[in-house]
T-cell receptor
Framework: DQQVKQNSPSLSVQEGRISILNCDYTNSMFDYFLWYKKYPAEGPTFLIS?????DKNEDGRFTVFLNKSAKHLSLHIVPSQPGDSAVYFC????????????FGKGTKLSVKP | GAGVSQTPSNKVTEKGKYVELRCDPISGHTALYWYRQSLGQGPEFLIYFQGTGAADDSGLPNDRFFAVRPEGSVSTLKIQRTERGDSAVYLCASSSRGPGETQYFGPGTRLLVL
């Protein structure tokens, strides 16, 4: 049973508009959430993270929102650029003795010029 | 470079053979992780090292898979008697301390078992 779900396998957005990527999780123990971007034939690149004590974190064009009651987070990219075209993975973990990240299946974002 | 490096970048082998995949983490990072990514899936956790010891190996699929990190830096993932289902991208990541820290990934090793 998937603990981190990205229900949209793909998303297409026009350059300059907002991209919204969504992620749902089932494990209420998760306390740290991350977004990674992946280009073909490369490893995932860290983009932005958020701790469960916050509901928003912003870094330039990228903002992550966390809704703990709904067990939902989203990544907003504004304005979207063609170079943002990649697969975006949502990941989560909880501290304690476990270090591993639990990943969603990813959403492929295409930003059209 | 200052990032995580992995060798080889690609590995083709025959069913039943033994393979070793190497990971060189970011200098000074004490935590090292191995993941496996199959086509159309997100990375799946295999094993996590804190220093030289395996702190969590619960993701290793079976006893054909083994990993070491003898000096607390470079790590080697070893797969015995490879099977076609082992074909995947094997990703290594490191973080400065451990749980709760951002993990930085290498480019991966693409393993193809024929």
């Amino acid at each position: 049973d998937q603990q981190v779900k990205q229900n949209s396998p793909s998303l297409s957005v026009q350059e300059g508009r907002i991209s919204i990527l969504n992620c749902d999780y089932t494990n209420s123990m998760f306390d740290y959430f991350l977004w990674y971007k992946k280009y073909p034939a490369e490893g995932p690149t860290f983009l932005i993270s958020i701790s469960s004590i916050k509901d928003k974190n912003e870094d330039g064009r990228f903002t992550v929102f966390l809704n703990k009651s709904a067990k939902h987070l989203s990544l907003h990219i504004v304005p979207s650029q063609p170079g943002d075209s990649a697969v975006y993975f949502c990941a989560a973990n909880y501290g304690g003795s476990q270090g591993n990240l639990i990943f969603g299946k990813g959403t492929k974002l295409s930003v059209k010029p | 470079g200052a990032g995580v490096s992995q060798t080889p970048s690609n590995k083709v082998t025959e069913k039943g053979k033994y393979v070793e995949l190497r990971c060189d983490p970011i200098s000074g990072h004490t935590a090292l992780y191995w993941y496996r990514q199959s086509l159309g899936q997100g990375p799946e956790f295999l094993i996590y090292f804190q220093g030289t010891g395996a702190a969590d190996d619960s993701g290793l699929p079976n006893d054909r898979f083994f990993a070491v990190r003898p000096e607390g830096s470079v790590s080697t993932l070893k797969i015995q008697r490879t099977e076609r289902g082992d074909s995947a991208v094997y990703l290594c990541a490191s973080s400065s301390r451990g749980p709760g820290e951002t993990q930085y990934f290498g480019p991966g090793t693409r393993l193809l078992v024929l």
